[in-house]
């Protein structure tokens, strides 16, 4: 079946640095990415999405590609932070990946 | 941005028993609510899509007599978890996809739900 895998499980990054999530999508009727934030014991939210008719987008430290030929976005988070530290969900449409857990170390 | 609530946050019943999850969009009305299972230090997982006025549709591999839902309003969709087993203990999650027409709309997500079968 249709699947999005999400690329590192874990990251770590010292604060003031830039941590870089990919995701990969099967399914090429995918027309819609959002990246979510969980923080622990709460529901996801939305940071920041793309459609397919764009292939870049960005909304202060936080930027997501889009590569629509192979499949694949990214979510870019520039000047992390500490309170960036939670665990990051892309979707293609409805479509979970498997989240990446961020660490920011100070 | 929109917003979404959901009641209860938490909820400890007794095997046997059964549980009801409300999910309301508060400041936008909502043909398309989504709820979702997740377990601990996992992804979301799709269990069903419920849409104002009709039968909701279920991911294959959830059982719908044992996990009903209803969308009695555009503010409002519920999810009932009957006859309760510890291996139903998880977090639901629902989200509520705001209004447009064409593309995949925005979905907002309520808090979370708790469920903790004894």
């Known amino acids: 079946g249709e699947n999005v895998e999400q690329h590192p499980s874990t990251l770590s990054v010292q604060e003031g640095d830039s941590a870089v999530i990919k995701c990969t999508y099967s399914d090429s009727a995918s027309n819609y990415f959002p990246w979510y934030k969980q923080e622990l014991g709460k529901g996801p939210q939305l940071i920041i999405d793309i459609r397919s008719n764009v292939g870049e987008k960005k909304d202060q430290r936080i930027a997501v590609t889009l590569n629509k030929t192979a499949k694949h976005f990214s979510l870019h988070i520039t000047e992390t932070q500490p309170e960036d530290s939670a665990v990051y969900f892309c979707a293609a449409n409805i479509l979970f990946g498997t989240g990446t857990r961020l660490t920011i170390i100070p | 941005g929109a917003v979404v609530s959901q009641h209860p946050s938490r909820v400890i019943c007794k095997s046997g028993t059964s549980v009801k999850i409300e999910c309301r969009s508060l400041?936008?009305?909502?043909?398309?609510m989504f709820w979702y299972r997740q377990f601990p230090k996992q992804s979301l997982m799709l269990m069903a899509t419920s849409n104002e006025g009709s039968k909701a549709t279920y991911e294959q591999g959830v059982e719908k007599d044992k996990f009903l839902i209803n969308h009695a309003s555009l503010t409002l969709s519920t999810l009932t978890v009957t006859s309760a087993h510890p291996e139903d203990s998880s977090f639901y999650i629902c989200?509520?996809?705001?209004?447009?027409?064409?593309?995949?709309?925005?979905?907002?997500f309520g808090p979370g739900t708790r469920l903790t079968v004894l």
């Open positions: 989200s509520a996809e705001t209004p447009r027409t064409g593309n995949t709309d925005t979905q907002y």
């Open positions: 400041d936008f009305q909502a043909t398309t």
